[in-house]
């Protein structure tokens, strides 16, 4: 109900709504011109009234799918020096939430943790939600060291309230082969009994045996709920929505940013949050494959950048998508 009441909260009212307290740090990549990343992410918190922080761990005049790409990636050096200002700026103490995403590099990685361990030790309850960007369809993404995932898994994930692998990176980061269902839930349960992590989202990936259609996409959603002493009961969700034709960059960091955005809305009510999040990405995704679709029956990567400008309000008031989810038991 209370939900409800904030969708039916008139627009402007929504737009003026101010978030007392509540300012992201987001460390990512950064393209001049198109939209990963920090591109994004930043946009959309800022629109549903989020102060945003930006570390750009590249910066590149566009993301890696086009055939050139040119710019600048930060070392650890420059992370570090990047937060001492912050530091002399009083600000570490201001964080509400660190949002982490593309770190093409071991030691930035590492100079993440240890960014994460300070901001707590000034707020301890600090949200840290981390996309552990490696890899996709069974691969790692071209240029990022095979390192990064025990990093990952032994420094980053242990200081994660919320995640948001796909399967490939589920895997990795749990040493499960992910080949169906039940696989994924498993890998989910590691996290949350092992690692101690409160959400994790699997935005993509899982073979799906329990249908032949194809038209169909799925994500994955659990929480560790507290139970008795030292115990964690686990509640598990699929959400299960239409393939949109084409194949889009960026998706992921928009994804990440409006669950944070939409956790905070809600109160932490993880169904909610992750209904509103695929809601609004459907509605991107569906307006970047018509417009690209419209002009080139073979849209060329330009095309296909997402539009993410001309779907503001898609972004603040998701449409009522077809999402069906249902509550799964282990």
């Known amino acids: 109900m209370e939900n409800q009441k904030r969708h039916s909260m008139p627009l402007e009212d929504y737009l003026s709504k101010e978030r007392s307290g509540k300012r992201v740090l987001s460390i990512q990549s950064h393209v001049v011109s198109g939209f990963v990343g920090n591109k994004c992410a930043v946009f959309p918190l800022q629109l549903h009234g989020f102060e945003v922080d930006a570390i750009n761990s590249v910066q590149f005049s566009n993301h890696t799918q086009y055939p050139n790409v040119k710019g600048q990636r930060l070392n650890e ?23 982490t995403g593309y770190c093409g590099d071991a030691s930035f990685l590492r100079q993440i943790a240890s960014i994460v361990r300070e901001c707590r030790q000034h707020n301890p309850k600090l949200i840290y939600v981390c996309d552990p960007v490696m890899g996709d369809n069974g691969k790692y993404y071209n240029g990022i060291p095979r390192e990064l995932c025990s990093i990952y898994r032994d420094e980053l994930l242990p200081l994660s309230d919320v995640i948001t692998p796909n399967a490939f990176e589920l895997s990795q980061l749990s040493d499960i082969a992910i080949a169906n269902e039940r696989d994924c839930l498993r890998a989910m349960e590691h996290f949350h009994k092992v690692k101690r992590i409160r959400i994790v989202v699997v935005t993509s990936g899982v073979p799906d045996e329990t249908t032949e259609n194809k038209s169909m996409m799925h994500c994955y959603a659990s929480e560790a709920i507290p139970s008795a002493v030292d115990t964690i009961r686990v509640r598990y969700f699929r959400f299960e929505f239409p393939l949109i034709a084409g194949t889009f960059v960026g998706t992921g960091d928009l994804f990440t940013a409006l669950l944070l955005a939409w956790l905070e809305e809600s109160g932490s009510d993880l169904c909610h949050s992750v ?5 609004s990405m459907q509605s991107v995704i569906r307006r970047t494959s018509d417009f690209a679709f419209a002009i080139s029956p073979d ?11 001309q779907s503001r309000l898609d972004l603040l008031r998701p449409k009522a998508e077809k999402i069906n989810f249902v509550e799964l038991n282990l």
């Open 77 to 99: 050096r420059d992370l570090a020096e990047l937060f001492d200002g912050i530091r002399l700026a009083d600000l570490p103490a201001k964080y509400s939430h660190i949002l």
């Open 299 to 309: 849209p060329n990567i330009q095309l296909r950048e997402l539009r993410l400008m």
């Open 275 to 279: 209904r509103c999040t695929i809601s």
